[in-house]
């Protein structure tokens, strides 16, 4: 009798709602209402500029990205990701290991240190390195003198790029590290490891996928950032232009089916970002699940 008791207890009331559930129209509605806005911003812009760029057919679309100086912006957007996000991915790791693992004085500035980004604006960020390394400041007459060229070269745009991309894989493991705590590292160092060695076989497994999604989302800001690259490149062609000043300098000559064709390389590189970025997603929520279920 007990057992029957309980089992009608726990199975759910034929017509019983969830307090948090809403009624089908309302689901309806609110679904195709954010698809919608979706296909608006997102779907629409997305097939517009894969039928520009092929709209003078695959040959024309190809000649665009051999063209010389595509070829060059986009091996130096290659270089800069390529050197941005390592030097994020250390620093990122570097802040979150401090920010989640340790108590000290400065700890809140330092956290809105590394948010700073999100709240200044790109252009302004390259305004500040032409105030510090243009001709009339301090720093430009001696780095001139000594031959060392950080505006309108590619350290001004990695600088540029560093800065607007650090703050994703810090904030990434951030809350990630503060969730698992320093049980396991405590466990870890009782037992004789020392740091290098709990870093590298308790703490970085635990944060692998966190890391992985992290450096994804700082690659692909990298990659497309415009806004400080823009003031700190000079707009040298072929030599300064990364992919997104290459689309505006071939937009500006109405160029425009070169300028949809480079724009088009970016969208995939963008949608390969966000199929990995699923997949990680994917990956990390049945790694959680398989851990919660031993």
Not at 227 to 243: D, N, Q, Y
Request: proline share 5%; aromatic share 10%; hydrophobic share 55%.
């Amino acid at each position: 009798m007990q057992a029957e008791t309980r089992a009608e207890t726990a199975a759910p009331r034929r017509g019983w709602r969830s307090p948090t559930s809403e009624p089908a129209l309302v689901e309806i509605l609110l679904l195709g209402a954010a698809f919608l806005f979706l296909t608006l911003i997102i779907i629409l812009p997305l097939i517009s500029v894969l039928v520009e760029a092929f709209r003078n057919g695959v040959s024309t679309y190809l000649e665009a990205l051999a063209e010389p100086d595509a070829l060059a912006a986009i091996r130096l957007t290659l270089l800069v990701a390529g050197i941005a996000v390592p030097l994020n991915l250390v620093f990122g790791v570097a802040a979150a290991w401090a920010i989640a693992k340790f108590e000290f004085k400065g700890k809140a500035f330092l956290i809105t240190l590394i948010d700073l980004p999100f709240s200044v604006s790109p252009v302004i960020s390259g305004l500040v390195y032409v105030l510090l390394f243009g001709s009339h400041s301090l720093l430009g007459p001696w780095l001139k003198s000594h031959g060392i060229e950080i505006l309108f070269a590619v350290p001004g745009i990695v600088l540029a790029t560093v800065f607007v991309t650090f703050p994703f894989v810090a904030r990434e493991l951030i809350p990630l590290m503060q969730e698992q705590g320093t049980a396991e590292e405590e466990a870890a160092i009782t037992l004789g490891a020392n740091g290098w060695q709990t870093f590298f076989r308790v703490t970085l497994p635990n944060i692998k996928w966190g890391l992985l999604y992290g450096v994804l989302l700082c690659n692909a800001r990298a990659m497309g950032e415009f806004g400080a690259v823009s003031v700190v490149s000079g707009h040298i062609r072929g030599l300064t232009t990364t992919m997104p000043l290459h689309v505006e300098i071939l937009y500006n000559e109405y160029n425009l089916a070169a300028a949809f064709a480079v724009a088009s390389l970016l969208a995939l590189l963008a949608l390969i970002t966000l199929t990995v970025r699923t997949l990680l997603e994917i990956f990390y929520s049945h790694g959680l699940s398989g851990n919660n279920s031993h």
